[in-house]
């Protein structure tokens, strides 16, 4: 099957570049406010996407709203806004794409979807904060139709003497998340309601609250899901497949929460060293989930990295497709090269992966994240060079 990206773009749009200094833009409020504050790119034909890359990650652009004053704004399912890191840029907890506000004194957040019909793709978010009034969210969704593909929110912390929450994503509207993170999300707030992978609320700028959540993974936070619905017609509807939620959910107010699951995990799931990639050992997530390609609401068949699902007999639960590169490594037909070690490149970046060495009979299986990649072994003078097929059996 064909890829099909969680990450669309729009069917015409002008591409600017953010970042360092040699970039189009510093600072993406002032992209919004140039090319889509206002703006009617329905009638245009035209999307905009900004492309942002790690120059000077990572970044701290204040509460970075989009949409703050919509005015004549009009965007729809062929012609809308994206913010999106670059290819090779993709934000995770320590590399990437990062927006990182860090000792917040206040209402905070790290990006804000505030018109509607706004796509944030592969963006780290992350906030924290010690001071009495700090609150902290790391994505904000507050406009219908925003999709969040790709993103991960990490080590949100509001504590003492802050009795504020902290979340990953603040959900008001509805929308779409999809192949996203949340780990390690922790607030001061009183009712754990609002110290959540995914707080979702009802009745602020709407009273009957959709939000689908597909292949995403929340974890180590004190709930995955909050919900607060306060006044009795109030409805909160959560589409939940996919996911990989451990922390449970906690609810507050007198309005409904309806909750339709399709192959969740909330237990028996094994991660490796980062936290919400599937190590391979795990039992209870690769393998076990459902094709969502031709899902009604948002079909897509890619993960977390950008990986083509599936990669075994079914697709994962989670944000990431357990994929590996297994083989048997043997002598160089000339030099010196050993056969008992590897190491497996981003050839984006130039990244380690992961390094390791085989088992006495030379046979080894390496994790991919993603689909570049270049497998190579140390030559006779302690270098590395790329690998060649004569390296390689059975791959």
């Known amino acids: 099957m064909a890829l099909i990206t969680s990450r669309k773009l729009p069917d015409v749009y002008t591409e600017k570049t953010c970042g360092g200094p040699t970039r189009d833009y510093q600072d993406p409020a002032v992209w919004w406010s140039e090319r889509c504050d206002g703006v009617d790119m329905v009638t245009a034909t035209s999307g905009e996407v900004l492309t942002i890359y790690d120059d000077e990650a990572p970044y701290d652009w204040g509460n970075l709203q989009f949409g703050d004053t919509v005015g004549t704004y009009n965007a729809d399912d062929s012609y809308f806004p994206v913010i999106r890191a670059a290819p090779g840029h993709k934000g995770t907890k320590t590399s990437g794409v990062r927006i990182e506000r860090i000792g917040v004194e206040s209402f905070s957040y790290a990006l804000r979807a505030s018109a509607p019909n706004i796509k944030v793709y592969d963006i780290a978010g992350k906030v924290t904060g010690t001071h009495s009034e700090a609150t902290g969210h790391a994505f904000f969704g507050t406009a219908p139709g925003y999709v969040f593909a790709g993103c991960i929110a990490y080590d949100v912390s509001i504590s003492s003497p802050s009795e504020n929450p902290g979340v990953g994503w603040f959900l008001r509207e509805s929308g779409t998340l999809v192949d996203c993170v949340g780990i390690n999300i922790y607030g001061a707030y009183h009712h754990n309601t609002r110290n959540a992978g995914v707080y979702l609320r009802a009745g602020a700028e709407t009273s009957a609250l959709v939000v689908n959540i597909y292949n995403t993974t929340l974890t180590d936070s004190p709930v995955s899901f909050g919900f607060t619905k ?136 390496v994790s991919v994240h993603g689909e570049s990649h270049t497998l190579i072994m140390p030559d006779k003078d302690g270098e590395y060079a790329p690998v060649a097929a004569s390296l390689l059996e059975g791959v």
Not at 327 to 342: C, N
Request: glycine letters at 12%.
């Open 230 to 365: 306060w006044e009795a017609d109030d409805s909160i509807t959560l589409n939940l497949k996919n996911t990989i939620y451990t922390d449970g959910t906690a609810e507050e107010g007198s309005g409904t929460v309806t909750i339709n699951e399709t192959t969740n995990a909330t237990t028996g799931v094994t991660f490796a060293a980062d936290g919400y990639s599937l190590d391979s050992t795990d039992t209870g997530a690769i393998d076990q989930g459902t094709d969502l390609s031709a899902d009604a609401d948002f079909a897509f068949n890619d993960d977390f990295f950008g990986t083509e699902r599936p990669k075994g007999t079914a697709w994962d639960i989670g944000a990431h497709e357990y994929a590996s590169i297994s083989g048997t490594l043997k002598e160089k037909e000339s030099g010196s090269g050993s056969p008992e070690h590897y190491i497996l490149i981003n050839e984006l970046d130039g990244s380690v992966i992961e390094a390791g060495t085989a088992a006495a009979d030379g046979s080894f299986e």
